[in-house]
């Protein structure tokens, strides 16, 4: 399957993007509304057949361009959709020129040096990705790098060190009554780097563990032991999330010690350069961030904060903590972090996999125990990421037909700073591909966050977010709205509905008075005719089975930029004229 949005003249659905486009008024800002885009999947390809349309001919054509380069043909879409971040995928030379990058190698070398089988990393090379980074500082995006720290693999070679096993169920407890000299792959020379900006080479004295003996061809858990440099004694980080396994610092591959001070001292000077070669860097994702010391992770980004460009917007963080109690997340952003970071919202993805697929009956319940609902300025909400698509470690994908209210739900409600998943924008490949979400129509609700999803927020579910509520709303059907006033185009209001019911249902909202006499229309398409608004203000708003119907006024300001919008493109496939000449024809096309 191709990711093939058309760069080049960028037209989507024979609509033309150049800028983003402007709000009629300056009655609201727009900043507020944030949405991120994952801008990859697990399986997507380094090198895209991307569409490009011949400004002269018409003629569409393919070309093969790198990840970096194809995001940076994108740009202008995602503004025009009104992203305000990328996510791109680890950009680090990694284990071989097909890892996703989390199989890390060196975090100096962004695809410079001749290593690992290749120059560049599966994403391209470092000139494309600094390329990509300069056109997102220009169309004002911001890039969040995802910061791969927890871990070192691909080494250079093999050392002994003093090492004892562990129980993997619980690494506090030894399975050695003493420690052995073990044979482990620890030693990173960056020989193909040179020393090029940094001197600093890795050995068993940088890591706390490993899972592999080469002497004894033996695949377990093995703790270094011993002293650091600074005289305090080798161990797990003490200060890491949780108590699953006992302690859960070591997660694969040789696990890296910040308990050592040189490994901190090599990884703040990376944030620093990295932050001068790649100036469009305005974020980081914290990956794994469950499993190395937070102390750590609270340095890291003080000393990221105190670096950046102070007259630049706040530097972001998230982190990819792997917990479903958000009140354990929420005092992690708070004692760890003093509110400077956000997370990802893991039990609202959970509860919205659970009403996919028919465990959770209730759809009032969605919110329940979320960390949009306890942190919303601090969540970050999703519907799939790369973990969580099929066939992953942590999988939990969203059933397709569910995936429009579960976007719906992230997208257009004040909680929460949405992340959107490229594969739900442009299709999935791998061994269970998706065609994109929504019946391509994502687009529209990603538009309308930008456009409609502000103001004062009423829903019939609220009571639900308590278990003490008594529950009077229909369980199979919910609706929220938004509305804000406009300088110049008075009352803009926009109306939700969900419904998990095998039947259609129908909500009697009451939009305001000032509405009286509009007709408002489903942004979807998918439900019928149009709501008349009447006199007092009230319209009965329809949805479809197991739909979901979005709607407002048919004439609001920018309406028509969301009303055709739908992926993927159909792009013309001859010249938009009355007649083609034999001028403009493909050779093989010519009589």
């Known amino acids: 399957m191709k990711n093939n949005l058309t760069g080049g003249q960028n037209v989507l659905n024979g609509r033309q993007f150049g800028s983003a486009s402007v709000r009629a008024d300056n009655s609201n800002d727009l900043s507020q509304n944030k949405t991120i885009l994952q801008g990859f999947e697990w399986f997507s390809p380094g090198t895209i057949t991307s569409i490009e349309q011949d400004p002269d001919t018409g003629f569409v054509k393919d070309q093969s361009v790198s990840h970096w380069k194809h995001l940076t043909q994108l740009l202008p879409q995602f503004v025009d959709l009104g992203f305000a971040s990328i996510w791109i995928p680890p950009a680090c030379k990694a284990t071989n020129p097909k890892d996703e990058g989390y199989g890390i190698y060196d975090l100096y070398d962004l695809g410079e040096f001749d290593t690992k089988g290749s120059t560049a990393t599966k994403w391209g090379t470092k000139q494309e990705l600094q390329d990509l980074c300069s056109e997102a500082q220009r169309f004002g995006v911001d890039v969040v790098f995802d910061a791969v720290l927890n871990h070192k693999a691909a080494p250079d070679g093999a050392e002994e060190g003093l090492a004892i096993r562990v129980n993997p169920k619980n690494r506090l407890k030894n399975l050695d009554t003493k420690p052995r000299m073990i044979e482990a792959w620890t030693k990173f020379n960056f020989d193909a780097r040179q020393g090029r900006y940094s001197t600093m080479k890795y050995n068993n004295s940088h890591f706390s563990g490993v899972d592999w003996d080469c002497k004894q061809q033996e695949k377990s858990i093995f703790k270094f032991v011993g002293k650091r440099p600074d005289g305090t004694m080798k161990d797990w980080a003490d200060d890491v999330g949780g108590s699953e396994n006992g302690n859960y610092d070591f997660l694969m591959f040789a696990d890296v010690d910040f308990g050592n001070d040189e490994v901190k001292q090599d990884v703040k000077r990376w944030a620093r350069w990295l932050l001068d070669e790649l100036p469009g860097i305005r974020g980081f994702r914290l990956d794994a961030a469950k499993h190395y010391s937070s102390r750590f992770q609270r340095e890291f980004v003080d000393h990221v904060k105190s670096y950046a460009d102070e007259s630049a ?77 099929e066939t992953q470690s942590l999988a939990s994908p969203i059933e397709p037909w569910f995936i429009p209210h579960a976007y719906a739900l992230i997208l257009l409600r004040s909680e929460g700073q949405p992340c959107v998943f490229w594969g739900d924008m442009y299709g999935t490949d791998g061994p269970q591909p998706r065609l994109p979400a929504c019946g391509g129509r994502l687009v529209r609700l990603i538009k309308a966050r930008q456009l409609f999803a502000y103001g004062k927020q009423y829903d019939d579910f609220s009571a639900s977010q308590t278990s003490s509520s008594p529950f009077t709303q229909d369980k199979e059907c919910i609706f929220w709205q938004r509305g804000w006033q406009s300088m110049t185009h008075g009352h803009i209001g926009l109306v939700v509905l969900a419904s998990i019911s095998w039947s259609w249902k129908k909500r009697r909202v009451n939009v305001g008075s000032q509405c009286a006499g509009q007709i408002w229309t489903d942004l979807m398409g998918w439900a019928w005719s149009g709501v008349l608004i009447d006199k007092h203000g009230f319209g009965d708003f329809p949805v479809g089975a197991r739909s979901i119907s979005v709607w407002t006024w048919q004439n609001a300001p920018g309406r028509d930029q969301v009303d055709d919008l739908v992926y993927p493109p159909e792009p013309d496939l001859v010249p938009d004229t009355d007649e083609v000449t034999e001028e403009v024809l493909p050779a093989e096309l010519r009589t």
Do not use: C
Not at 355 to 375: E, H, Q, T, Y
């Open 313 to 389: 917007r706040e530097f972001f963080f998230v982190g990819e903590y792997w917990m479903p109690d958000s009140k354990v997340l929420n005092a992690h952003i708070d004692k760890t972090f003093s509110g400077k970071v956000h997370m990802f919202d893991i039990k609202l993805l959970y509860n919205l996999h659970d009403i996919s697929i028919g465990r959770l009956r209730d759809l009032r319940k969605v919110f329940v125990g979320s960390l949009a609902s306890i942190n919303p300025s601090r969540a970050v909400t999703f519907v799939t990421n790369h973990d969580t698509q």
